[in-house]
């Protein structure tokens, strides 16, 4: 199910300035987001497999490249994911 | 009146600007060969306005508002917003729009039972930048874009995607201004993002798929796509611009100048040119 303020968050990220504020103090650009306290935990821990099911992949993608992890890294773990969790169906 | 004198189709990968200093000689060798080709082509025919058909990257839209199609009608768009893309931008600050043009496609969809979008002003991201930057179309033609929802479902039909396309083609030929105009379609074929099948190109698929557009049956091509895209990644949904293309070269058969199935840039990436 697609959480509309994790979505939000990634999307804010996009902004160069946003994601400079995020990489300084992560936790403190997530408390200005009204998300669940599974969801706050799974940003902070960087966990992809729990965050996948619950926004968009690209945003996915764009948050995980924005806070410096490597392609490499991102479908090592997208990887693991599917194989745990499954995935958002279509898109 | 305005004609419609190129239909072309190329993918957009990021990774084709972001990594090009890393790619492997051959495959810059090859996929310069396929945007200069696509280059020489626009240029020869002497192209006044490009209706650029490409997804919105979460660059203009989010799940606040998000348009199944919107078209773009401003006098200027803004430049590309990815770091990759930081030459182009600097160089196009702005990108000029063709507004009367754009607004008698807007009001031509609107007359046929379409209901589509605008906008005033849209940036426009790597979906249509990276190929305009390949291209190297110095001056940029003007850019009418047409942006589809491809990456968050649930998105517009493929028969639909069809149906803009022989809209496109009535809009232009009915157009008063003698002008002339190419399509660009761009994005495709099988990739995947943040998925995790991200980075699996599904060569079968994209070949089946080419081998249809070629063809240029509609029915045997919609078939093709319905059957293969839930496992050609999310990046596949792409094709749907095709699909505007294939509407707006009334069906006819596209010639596909080149498929390169390249995973150092997660994509099979693909070129063609549809008859007018």
């Known amino acids: 199910m697609t959480d509309y303020w994790l979505s939000k968050l990634f999307f804010d990220l996009r902004q160069p300035d946003r994601a400079a504020g995020y990489r300084r103090d992560p936790a403190a650009v997530v408390a200005e987001y009204p998300l669940t306290p599974e969801l706050r935990s799974a940003v902070l821990a960087n966990d992809v497999a729990r965050l996948a099911p619950h926004t968009n992949p690209y945003l996915l993608r764009y948050f995980f490249a924005a806070i410096g992890m490597s392609d490499a890294e991102f479908i090592q773990r997208l990887r693991a994911s599917g194989a745990s969790t499954g995935v958002r169906a279509g898109g | 009146m305005a004609d419609l004198v190129g239909i072309y189709a190329a993918s957009h990968g990021p990774l084709i600007a972001r990594d090009w200093e890393k790619l492997p000689a051959p495959l810059k060798a090859r996929l310069s060969a396929a945007f200069d080709e696509l280059g020489r082509r626009l240029r020869a025919a002497r192209v006044d306005v490009i209706v650029g058909v490409a997804p919105d990257h979460w660059t203009n839209f989010f799940l606040d508002n998000l348009p199944a199609l919107c078209i773009g009608i401003g006098v200027e768009h803004d430049p590309p917003p990815e770091p990759f893309l930081a030459d182009f931008a600097a160089r196009h600050p702005t990108i000029s729009g063709a507004p009367a043009f754009a607004r008698h496609i807007l009001a031509t969809a609107l007359a046929c039972d379409f209901e589509p979008a605008h906008s005033h002003r849209l940036r426009l991201d790597h979906g249509l930048c990276?190929?305009?930057?390949?291209?190297?179309?110095?001056?940029?033609?003007?850019?009418?874009?047409?942006?589809?929802?491809?990456?968050?479902?649930?998105?517009?039909?493929?028969?639909?995607?069809?149906?803009?396309?022989?809209?496109?083609?009535?809009?232009?030929?009915?157009?008063?201004?003698?002008?002339?105009?190419?399509?660009?379609?761009?994005?495709?074929?099988?990739?995947?993002?943040?998925?995790?099948?991200?980075?699996?190109?599904?060569?079968a698929f994209d070949r089946r798929c080419l081998d249809a557009f070629a063809a240029g049956d509609q029915a045997k091509l919609l078939d093709v796509l319905e059957a293969g895209m839930p496992r050609a990644g999310n990046g596949a949904h792409e094709v749907r611009n095709w699909l505007v293309a294939h509407g707006a070269a009334g069906g006819r058969g596209f010639r596909c100048l080149d498929y390169i199935p390249a995973p150092e840039i997660y994509l099979g990436c693909a070129f063609a040119a549809w008859g007018t």
């Not at chain 2, 001056?139 to 047409?146: E, F, N, S, T, Y």
């Not at chain 2, 990456?151 to 639909?160: F, I, T």
């Not at chain 2, 149906?163 to 994005?187: C, N």
């Open chain 2, 130 to 203: 990276l190929p305009l930057q390949r291209l190297g179309l110095e001056p940029l033609p003007a850019v009418v874009p047409i942006l589809i929802n491809e990456l968050e479902p649930p998105m517009p039909s493929l028969g639909r995607c069809c149906d803009w396309g022989r809209l496109l083609r009535e809009a232009i030929r009915s157009y008063a201004e003698p002008m002339r105009v190419a399509l660009l379609a761009t994005g495709g074929l099988s990739h995947s993002i943040g998925e995790p099948s991200m980075g699996a190109i599904d060569e």
